[in-house]
């Protein structure tokens, strides 16, 4: 199992590298589409929604919804970044109230619906940053933050950690790995204001990292409380290793508005 996360990774930074320097916005822009799609299709199945032509039609909707936010509302950031912050704070009201509120929402509309708050307005942020001023800069250090975040709590959660997060939702989350993910974020954001003088003032540089810290942690427990209540381990099963898609980018769907906001209006 580790050997296939460590060549799925590097298979996936690969990739992940090819696209930053070497495509175009058009082909930036048809594969992240395709990305968000199967991201797509594996909530459709963690949502609750079973027949193939049920998932095939919340597709659809998605894309539906996408082209009209592409072509509407493209001008206006603004709007589908208040969305999405709302909704996050909406999730992290449910994830500090869980179990109680679950016959609320546990239902394949709710959580459809979820899905669409959660999916459509990271690629429409992506897509945003793609056409901003210094995309490799800025679209690396949004990755570089949120690996920095997981990374670094993983290991001082490994080593340190003893006072859990949330039990009944992630039982090796430790308060001590948060710290860890935060320290990870300083580190990054330190070294990037030392290669690039000027980059962050200190307001950013020292809210910045909390900032990616709290939301790549609240979209990890927000998909680990999906898949507890819906009784399963990955969302999908397309990434040795890994499992699906929603498993490798619940921290970036989730601390994107919250960079592009920054990114934009302090920076």
């Known amino acids: 199992m580790l050997s296939q996360r460590i060549i799925t ?15 175009n916005p058009l082909t930036f822009l048809l594969i992240l589409s395709a990305v968000a799609l199967l991201a797509v299709w594996e909530w459709s199945k963690l ?12 597709c659809f909707v998605a894309i539906l919804l996408g082209v009209l936010s592409y072509t509407l509302i493209q001008d206006h950031l603004f709007i589908i970044l208040s969305l999405s912050l709302c909704f996050w704070a909406f999730a992290f009201l449910l994830i500090c109230t869980y179990p109680n509120f679950n016959s609320y929402w546990n239902n ?11 999916l459509l307005p990271c690629w429409f942020m992506l897509i945003f940053l793609r056409s ?48 860890g993910g935060v320290l990870s974020c300083f580190v990054i954001t330190a070294f990037i204001s030392f290669i690039k003088p000027g980059a962050y003032g200190w307001l950013v540089l020292i809210s910045l990292p909390f900032f990616v810290s709290f939301f790549s942690v609240v979209g990890d427990l927000f998909e680990s409380m999906l898949k507890r209540v819906r009784g399963v381990k990955d969302s999908g099963n397309i990434l040795p290793g890994h499992g699906g898609i929603l498993d490798r980018v619940d921290g970036i769907v989730s601390t994107t508005p919250a960079y592009i906001l920054i990114l934009v209006y302090f920076i």
């Open 9 to 23: 990774a590097l298979a996936l930074l690969s990739a992940l590298l090819f696209i930053v320097f070497f495509t």
């Open 108 to 118: 394949p509309y709710s959580l459809g619906l979820m899905g669409i708050l959660v």
């Open 132 to 179: 901003y001023d210094d995309f490799v800069f800025n679209f690396l250090t949004l990755i570089a933050l949120v690996a920095a975040a997981d990374i670094g709590a993983y290991f001082s959660g490994k080593k340190f950690g003893k006072h859990k997060l949330a039990r009944l939702l992630s039982p090796n989350k430790t308060w001590e790995g948060v710290f």
């Open 47 to 58: 949502s609750g929604i079973e027949s193939v032509l049920s998932r095939s039609s919340y």
